[in-house]
C-alpha cells in the first residue's frame, strides 16, 4: 500500500470516527446548568430541622432558555420535583434535597466521564495525525 493510500485512510478514520465520536462526546450540555434551581433549595432551606422548613423557602425556577425567576414556596413541607420526561414527584424537603444529593453526584460523574472521554478521542486524534506518513510529492 502506498504512502499516500495509508494517509488518506488515516485522514478519513480522523475525520470519520475520531472526530464523530468527539462531537458526540462534546455535543452533551453541560450537566452543571441542567439541575436549575436546586441549588438555591439545598442553601435556602431544610438542614436545620422541622421548624426551618416551616418557615418560606425562596428558591430560583427556570422558566426555558435558561430564564430564572425567584419563586416563593410558602409551605415547603411538600415540594414537587421534576424528575425529567414530564415526571414529578411529591416529596417532603428533606427527601427533595437527599433527591437533589444523589442527582448532583451522579450529573458530576456524567459529566467527568464526558470530560475523560473527550481527552482521549483528542489524544488518539493527536496520535493519529502525528504518526499518519507524510504523502511523498509526485515527481
Known amino acids: ?12 478514520f480522523v475525520s470519520d470516527v475520531l472526530q464523530r465520536d468527539l462531537r458526540s462526546v462534546t455535543s452533551y450540555p453541560r450537566f452543571e446548568g441542567s439541575w436549575g434551581g436546586w441549588g438555591s433549595l439545598c442553601y435556602t432551606g431544610g438542614f436545620g430541622g422541622p421548624q426551618e422548613a416551616a418557615a418560606p423557602l425562596r428558591t430560583q425556577v427556570d422558566l426555558g432558555c435558561n430564564f430564572f425567576v425567584t419563586a416563593e ?9 421534576a424528575l425529567g420526561y414530564g415526571f414529578y414527584a411529591e416529596l417532603t424537603l428533606p427527601e427533595a434535597l437527599r433527591h437533589l444529593e444523589r442527582r448532583s453526584r451522579l450529573l458530576q460523574r456524567l459529566s467527568d466521564s464526558l470530560t475523560r472521554d473527550g481527552a482521549k478521542i483528542r489524544a488518539h486524534i493527536r496520535l493519529v495525525l502525528e504518526v499518519t506518513p507524510c504523502p511523498l510529492p509526485s515527481p
Open 1 to 12: 500500500m502506498a504512502a499516500a493510500e495509508k494517509a488518506q485512510r488515516y485522514e478519513a
Open 73 to 81: 414556596v410558602p409551605d415547603p413541607q411538600r415540594v414537587f420535583v
